[in-house]
């Protein structure tokens, strides 16, 4: 049919020592995205890939696929195999990415990338475990340990292992909207959106046995975006102390309450920008934003746009 999309063409690179369920999660994702994609995998050169478990992975394509590419996915790898320095059939492989093109690396993959000089002066992140070690190895690279991932321009990197699935989704959301990656999530059975960032996955002491949860506070919090809350108020629902409420939230979520509440007022007017016609005022009043300017800046500062160009480019996605 002459009016329909051409699917998106997405390439995994899998190098030696690629973690199978990291390799797995783009066909998984944007293979439940109704055909708007289409999944091939690569190595350096075409033979099968020696994976951190105890099998070989065979793959269908060489390097060459890469010069076709979208989106091209980098595969994490086991921290004994990631390289000191990038090995020449590698950075033959990532030559052949055109210039246009998105590239995204899941957990250790971004050290494949900042050798090859793809990161320097931007912010990445990777797996908290290997982050001191990262920073060392390339000091061009603003790391942030503490999200999930990072969208910076045309390059995107994704913390530890299941990471990858929320880099692929928010991928889907930027190209699709929120209704396709919502569904997808739906198909995979994983939450569309996560809370915070990977720093509530840090080892942290154990706490004492029956120390209350804030999670009932942040539903409580949910059903009322739109009213203005007071970390006090927060502390009183969960019957703590502001101190240990403050602490007890960062250690769950990886946020403080005030970010975290910022977060979800976001979040919850990008799906009104995507799904109404509200105006940005109303929108604003309705996620708890005291003005449409303070939506402005807060989403502005969260994705880079502003409310009528997201709304411009999700409502036609979505639509």
Known sequence: ????????????????????????????????????????????????????????????HGPEVLATADTVVVASMTPSCIPAELPVE???????????????????AAFVLAAAGLLDGRRATTHWQVTDQFRRRYPKVDV??????????????SAGAASGVDVCLHIVRTDHGSELANAVARRCVVPPFRDG????????????????????????VLERLDQPVTLAELAGHARMSLRTFARRFNEE??????RWIVQQRVARARHLLESSDLSVDQIAGQVGFATGASLRQHLHAAI???????????QTAAR
């Open 253 to 258: 979520v990886g946020l403080s309450p005030g």
């Open 304 to 314: 880079g746009v502003s409310p009528q160009a997201y709304r411009r480019t999700f």
């Open 1 to 60: 049919m002459s009016g329909e999309r051409k699917a998106e063409r997405v390439v995994v690179l899998a190098l030696d020592g690629v973690y199978p369920f990291e390799l797995g999660i783009p066909s998984r994702i944007f293979g439940a995205a109704d055909g708007r994609y289409e999944v091939v995998t690569c190595s350096v050169d075409g033979q099968p890939v020696r994976s951190c478990a105890d099998f070989t992975i065979g793959v269908e």
């Open 144 to 157: 942030d340990p503490d999200v999930l991932f990072v969208h910076d321009g045309r390059i995107l990197t």
């Open 90 to 108: 590698v950075a033959a492989a990532l030559a052949r990415i055109r210039p246009d093109a998105r590239i995204v690396s899941i957990c250790t």
């Open 197 to 220: 960032g990977q720093a509530q996955y840090i080892e942290q002491p154990v706490p004492q046995s029956g120390a209350a949860s804030t999670a009932a506070t942040r539903a409580w």
